[in-house]
């Protein structure tokens, strides 16, 4: 064993871990057992999670708010008590500060549109900024460019440099007087970057720009306390954090949830209705119209509950000193070429390479074919590609579940890969 395969032991007991996850015991391809080095896209789940969106339909399935008897009072208390338990595990001043929405896509739309349809001193117009990175998935560059388009405000962001790291050299240039709303990534889904928090939203306070962090990447693997980030939006997704698909977070400043205008209309959201105008819920029923993803918030409370018995710290250490002897056995691979940071330190356990000409798509088919799950393409991260002249990337991603094995796996496919290709 190498010493950074050593340096795993103790970290978190895998083993155990790994039983929780029914899907790690299937194969495929004629009895290949599984490697799935793809949880940056979605992780897998514990029989916890599913056992809880069982239970919720097996014995509490009823809509939430409005009814008076013992089954939808049940499935009220489920649906609330999971946002204690998101508020608790991200910090949040309050539990009212917590919004659920269908995705993490949905919560940056949600602030989009909010700041689109907002009075002053929020409100985004033609004489306003508005400024991201290069490097975002595309669900915070998109709402973006929408908002731009409807309302005329100029769209900014920071490039990247050759190692995969926030241009920040011209920052006073893109954060300006005129920035309503600074809005990028806390881990890079593509590149793995760790960017810099303080820096930005220290230069963001400076002019009264309002600062949107999407921590889809982050808050499965890392301690998220919202209030020492000292943003006014963050953004994550439960499908990542080993909850079910269907659900997504956006936590907001209460005063900032208080002043802005709710984006979706309908049932829950309303305080009274005449056919002449409406008033609104506070927050956060104010942004839930509708019947709200009641299970999934149930399975995303029982993920909280999981991910916290095992603990967040815990996990990040281990997804590091994974991620660290992966980039030192990758590295070692002939042709490979890793986009993005190439040292563990200020870097998340998603690994994009190439490998010399081989299509992406290629490579990806070549390890399916060995069982081994990785994600091939942009990543719904365009620009990046474009930034470094490939028209794609394989990735693979860890996560508390992730041995050397797997690793060590990847690495013997990869070398099958050029074996195949000549």
Not at 237 to 266: A, S, Y
Not at 295 to 305: F, M, S, T, Y
Not at 373 to 382: N, S
Not at 416 to 421: D, L, S, T, Y
Request: glycine share 8%; with cysteine; aromatic share 6%.
């Amino acid at each position: 064993m190498t010493d950074a395969r050593q340096g795993l032991s103790g970290l978190l007991d895998t083993e155990a871990i790994r039983k929780d996850f029914p899907l790690l015991d299937r194969t495929v391809h004629d009895g290949k057992k599984v490697v799935y080095l793809d949880s940056a896209a979605t992780s897998q789940k514990p029989r916890q999670v599913l056992d809880a969106l069982n239970t919720y339909y097996e014995r509490h399935n009823a809509n939430v708010h409005r009814g008076v008897y013992t089954i939808a009072e049940e499935a009220t208390a489920l649906y609330e008590g999971a946002r204690d338990k998101v508020a608790a595990f991200i910090n949040a001043p309050s539990r009212d500060e917590v919004i659920f929405t269908k995705n993490a896509s949905e919560s940056l739309n949600l602030v989009a549109n909010m700041l689109g349809w907002a009075d002053e001193p929020y409100r985004v117009d033609r004489d306003t900024e508005i400024v991201t990175t290069e490097m975002e998935h595309h669900s915070n560059i998109v709402p973006w460019q929408l908002l731009a388009q409807r309302t005329g405000a100029k769209l900014k962001w920071f490039g990247i440099t050759d190692d995969g790291r926030l241009d920040l050299s011209n920052i006073d240039e893109i954060i300006t007087e005129k920035t309503k709303i600074v809005s990028f990534t806390l881990v890079s889904n593509i590149l793995g970057t760790v960017n810099p928090v303080e820096q930005i939203i220290r230069r963001a306070q400076q002019v009264g720009a309002l600062v949107c962090i999407d921590a889809s990447q982050a808050a499965p693997h890392m301690v998220l306390d919202v209030q020492a980030l000292q943003a006014d939006f963050v953004a994550f997704t439960g499908h990542k954090m080993v909850g079910p698909t269907g659900i997504g977070v956006l936590w907001g400043r209460q005063e900032l949830l208080e002043d802005l205008p709710p984006f979706l209309g309908g049932g829950e959201m309303i305080e009274t209705v005449s056919m002449h105008s409406s008033t609104y819920a506070p927050a956060p029923h104010k942004f839930e119209a509708g019947t709200p993803p009641i299970a999934q918030a149930v399975g995303l409370g029982a993920a909280v509950d999981y991910l916290t018995s095992i603990g967040m710290e815990r996990i990040h250490q281990h997804e590091k000193a994974i991620t660290e002897y992966a980039l030192k056995r990758l590295l070692e691979v002939p042709d490979l070429r890793i986009i993005g940071p190439t040292t563990a330190e200020d870097r998340g356990a998603a690994i994009s390479f190439t490998l010399g000409d081989i299509h992406p798509h290629d490579v990806g088919q070549v390890l399916d074919e060995q069982g081994i799950a990785v994600r091939v393409g942009h990543h719904c991260a365009r620009p990046v590609c474009l930034r470094y002249g490939i028209p794609a990337t394989t990735r693979a991603s860890f996560y508390l579940y992730s041995t050397p094995a797997e690793v060590d796996a990847l690495v013997d496919g990869l070398e099958h890969v050029r074996n195949f290709f000549g």
